[in-house]
């Protein structure tokens, strides 16, 4: 009976070291998989902006109109509308309007690669793509991605218009000259065609404590100016040359999708308004977005696509520090 209970409880001490170290990885296993099954995927959002418009106008016409012309105006809609449904003549010279706010990242070429293909799948000759777009500008490859990704619907024979309300700076006119047309706010910012980096050197403050700093590399230029340290005469001239090159690039782009620029007078890295702009011939017209969509659709169906992306665990921790930084910052300068 002694050695029963002994036994017993060596098993009790066995299993519950084994399920000690087992029990995290399974819930682990199933916290990782009850995540992927449950993750939102992308959602592809489609809003046809006649209806939103023509809604304003009847409910502004509800409170200003006397009861007898709003309740005619009212059967006048509704019964365009139902004809438009039941219509079965093939859809012409749709505008599909898309928005890219722009980060240093450009993070937000993720979605905007979805819309444009979402786009293209349907897209027919004497549509048009309108980009409302805003950015400041941010990294190369990041915006050359943007800028290839507006360059589809031009190859696909597509009309490609962006209009920028606020700003399109740097990257964010790189993606701004592949379209057909360039409007612009008369106040929006726009330019800013050059190439900035910069890497503070804590070299001399680590040599002051006492500090040694090792960088081991293979090939002469694996590294031009680092961080940490010492920086050479051939390292900056090598940095510099390489800022340098990525100028005359995005010279080069910008002048093969906007010729008629005087390229050496705007590619200076300043920026100018909209009024300034149009007059330099960076945008072809001056007007607001809002100008340019309810226009359209007194003679075009208008549809916003929206690629709505689920936002991360960390992302919605950061939301509300991220929009305190916007509200006391502001935006980004360009």
């Known amino acids: 009976m002694y050695f029963v209970?002994?036994?017993?409880?060596?098993?009790?001490?066995?299993?519950?070291?084994?399920?000690?170290?087992?029990?995290?990885?399974?819930?682990?296993?199933?916290?990782?998989?009850?995540?992927r099954r449950q993750a939102p995927r992308d959602q592809l959002s489609i809003e046809r902006l006649n209806d939103q418009l023509l809604d304003r106008q009847l409910q502004m016409e509800s409170m200003l109109c006397s009861p007898k012309v709003f309740k005619q105006r009212l059967k006048e809609a509704k019964k365009a509308r139902k004809a438009q449904a039941?219509?079965?003549?093939?859809?012409?010279?749709?505008?599909?309007?898309?928005?890219?706010?722009?980060?240093?990242?450009a993070q937000a070429v993720s979605s905007l690669r979805e819309e444009i293909s979402a786009i293209l799948s349907v897209a027919a000759t004497g549509d048009e793509v309108a980009i409302v777009l805003e950015s400041a500008g941010g990294t190369i490859h990041g915006y050359g991605l943007a800028a290839s990704q507006l360059r589809r619907i031009r190859d696909r024979g597509v009309r490609l218009t962006v209009i920028v309300d606020k700003v399109a700076a740097s990257g964010g006119y790189m993606m701004a000259c592949v379209a057909d047309l360039i409007i612009a706010?008369?106040?929006?910012?726009?330019?800013?065609?050059?190439?900035?980096?910069?890497?503070?050197?804590?070299?001399?403050?680590?040599?002051?404590?006492?500090?040694?700093?090792?960088?081991?590399?293979?090939?002469?230029?694996?590294?031009?100016?680092?961080?940490?340290?010492?920086?050479?005469?051939?390292?900056?001239?090598k940095f510099q040359a390489e800022i340098d090159d990525a100028h005359a690039l995005f010279k080069e782009f910008v002048g093969t999708h906007r010729p008629q620029l005087d390229i050496e007078r705007?590619?200076?890295?300043?920026?100018?308004?909209?009024?300034?702009?149009?007059?330099?011939?960076?945008?072809?017209?001056?007007?607001?977005?809002?100008?340019?969509?309810?226009?359209?659709?007194?003679?075009?169906?208008?549809?916003?696509?929206?690629?709505?992306?689920?936002?991360?665990?960390?992302?919605?921790?950061?939301?509300?520090v991220q929009s305190l930084a916007r509200e006391h910052l502001g935006p980004p300068s360009p």
């Open 5 to 35: 209970i002994e036994y017993l409880l060596f098993a009790a001490k066995a299993l519950t070291v084994i399920g000690l170290c087992v029990l995290p990885v399974i819930v682990a296993l199933v916290v990782v998989r009850g995540a």
């Open 86 to 105: 039941a219509s079965t003549a093939p859809e012409q010279n749709r505008l599909f309007v898309c928005a890219f706010a722009g980060d240093l990242r």
């Open 185 to 237: 706010a008369p106040f929006a910012i726009i330019g800013s065609i050059g190439v900035v980096a910069q890497v503070p050197n804590f070299n001399r403050l680590l040599r002051k404590h006492d500090i040694d700093f090792e960088l081991v590399t293979a090939g002469k230029y694996k590294r031009t100016l680092t961080m940490f340290g010492e920086n050479t005469s051939a390292g900056r001239e």
């Open 266 to 320: 705007v590619a200076t890295g300043e920026y100018w308004f909209g009024t300034r702009a149009l007059e330099l011939g960076l945008v072809d017209r001056l007007a607001t977005s809002d100008e340019y969509i309810a226009s359209a659709a007194q003679d075009r169906n208008v549809y916003r696509v929206c690629v709505e992306r689920p936002k991360s665990v960390i992302d919605r921790l950061l939301a509300p």
